[in-house]
């Protein structure tokens, strides 16, 4: 059990294009998602957080506007990058985390790396 | 806010010796302790986890310990296989809902057959 899907795995686009990401817990109500940005040997960093139907909650240094962020439905969440630059390549992951008896543990998806031209 | 280190950030061992990775850290309300096992282009695995009221818990060749008072906890990782070779991150948090994992910057290691 507890698996999170991000769609699509791989994605290159072209600087001034937008790119939306979809991160779905697949058999579990997540009523709290994550998303991150990971660098090439490096750790984990935080982009936002979301409950369903409320806005995310921005880490500091994340441009809200930049990075949109949608948590449609207790099992969905996307993360749109607008106008993206190469500066904004990376790989990006979501994580989920549901309710009572999985309220604790947080599930990653497979990442999706973004490639901007 | 909450800071976890990580040691070593490489380790090199041969098949069926064991591991062990070591996590500090600093905010005394975290009660939540998971480790993740990130293979090369993939997201982070939940290995095994541990909350604040337990001081060692095993899953077959892995275990994870804590001490609540040095503000520690290790992995532990016994009779290595080559297939255990990969980045493994540990991680704080606060419990449940909106806390936010904490995690250290990674160890990656190489399982030598």
């Known amino acids: 059990g507890a698996v999170v899907s991000q769609h699509p795995s791989w994605v290159i686009c072209k600087s001034g294009t937008s790119v939306k990401i979809e991160c779905r817990s697949l058999d579990f109500q997540a009523t709290t998602m994550f998303w991150y940005r990971q660098f090439p040997k490096q750790s984990l960093m935080l982009m936002a957080t979301?409950?369903?139907?409320?806005?995310?909650?921005?880490e500091q240094g994340v441009e809200k506007d930049k990075f949109l962020i949608n948590h449609a439905s207790l099992t969905l969440s996307t993360l749109t990058v607008t106008s993206a630059h190469p500066e904004d390549s990376s790989f990006y992951i979501c994580s989920a985390r549901g309710r009572s008896g999985r309220s604790y543990e947080q599930y990653f998806g497979p990442g999706t790396r973004l490639t901007v031209t | 806010g909450e800071n976890v280190e990580q040691h070593p950030s490489t380790l090199s061992v041969q098949e069926g010796d064991s591991a062990v990775i070591k996590c500090t850290y600093s905010?005394?309300?975290?009660?939540?302790f998971p480790w993740y096992k990130q293979e090369l282009g993939k997201g982070p695995q939940l290995i095994i986890d541990?909350?604040?009221?337990?001081g060692e818990k095993k899953d077959q060749r892995i275990a994870v310990t804590l001490n609540k008072t040095a503000k520690h906890f290790s992995l532990h990782i016994t009779e290595t296989q080559p297939e255990d070779s990969a980045v493994y991150f540990c991680?704080?948090?606060?419990?449940?809902?909106?806390?936010?994992?904490?995690f250290g910057t990674g160890t990656r290691l190489l399982v030598s057959p």
């Open positions: 991680a704080a948090s606060r419990g449940t809902g909106f806390q936010k994992l904490v």
């Open positions: 905010d005394s309300a975290s009660n939540y």
């Open positions: 541990i909350r604040s009221n337990v």
């Open positions: 979301s409950n369903e139907g409320s806005k995310a909650t921005y």
